[in-house]
């Protein structure tokens, strides 16, 4: 089975800061990888994903993830945080069973902007 | 679109009573998926539905958690009898699962807090 780890839990930045939220993956064969974000009290929205075109993705709201097959990983930067990317940001991994397909997300990073 | 929609969005029961949660997901889409997310166990898949069929169920905790998807446009999430071990926030998703890198539309949530 798949599965994606996130590295830290939690995530402070200043605003004007880099903001790198890391994310490996397991995978026996080439994945589909995505990041969702989770504003407060809200469900979670597509920020981008990988889908086995360009290895770097442009997202909304300025995010940007590298796919880097070498390392398994897929993390997610931002080059300025601003006051409302505070939110907690979930990496996840699309499984085939059968037929069908399923995503398989980790556990979270929530982050902190810091004025 | 409206989205996916969910009902109720809060739900305040006492162990033991039956619980019905609602979901009507993006019109034209052909999966839905149930999730429940706490701080301990981050977000977990319960169920997931294609073409109204239930294809996966492998992460309903227990038999007092059933599924149904009785047509194309709504969904029920049925606890009985709840417990206070139940209260979390239940999502629901949709996606026009075509492949793998097709994404999933969450709906606001049901936040469930069994006393």
């Known amino acids: 089975a798949q599965s994606v780890t996130q590295l830290g839990s939690h995530v402070s930045v200043s605003e004007g800061a880099l903001v790198l939220l890391r994310c490996n993956y397991s995978?026996?064969?080439?994945?589909?990888l995505f990041w969702y974000v989770q504003y407060p009290n809200q469900g979670l929205q597509l920020l981008l994903k990988y889908t086995s075109a360009a290895t770097l993705v442009k997202g909304i709201n300025g995010f940007e993830a590298e796919f880097k097959k070498s390392e398994t990983s897929f993390h997610l930067t931002k080059p300025s945080a601003h006051m409302s990317d505070a939110a907690e940001y979930f990496c996840a991994v699309s499984e085939k069973g059968g037929s069908n397909y399923k995503l398989t997300f980790g556990k979270g990073t929530l982050l902190t902007v810091n004025p | 679109d409206a989205g996916v929609i969910q009902s109720p969005r809060h739900e305040v029961t006492e162990m033991g009573q039956e619980v019905t949660l609602r979901c009507k997901p993006i019109?034209?889409?052909?999966?839905l998926f149930w999730y429940r997310q706490t701080m301990m166990r981050g977000l977990e898949l319960l169920i997931y539905f294609n073409n109204n069929v239930p294809i996966d169920d492998s992460g309903m905790p227990e038999d007092r958690f059933s599924a149904k998807m009785p047509n194309a446009s709504f969904s029920t999430l049925k606890i009985q009898p709840s417990e206070p071990r139940d209260s979390a926030v239940y999502f629901c998703?949709?996606?026009?699962?075509?492949?793998?890198?097709?994404?999933?539309?969450f709906g606001p949530g049901t936040r469930l807090t069994v006393l």
């Open positions: 995978s026996s064969v080439p994945p589909y």
């Open positions: 998703a949709s996606s026009l699962l075509a492949s793998g890198g097709d994404e999933q539309f």
């Open positions: 019109s034209g889409h052909n999966s």
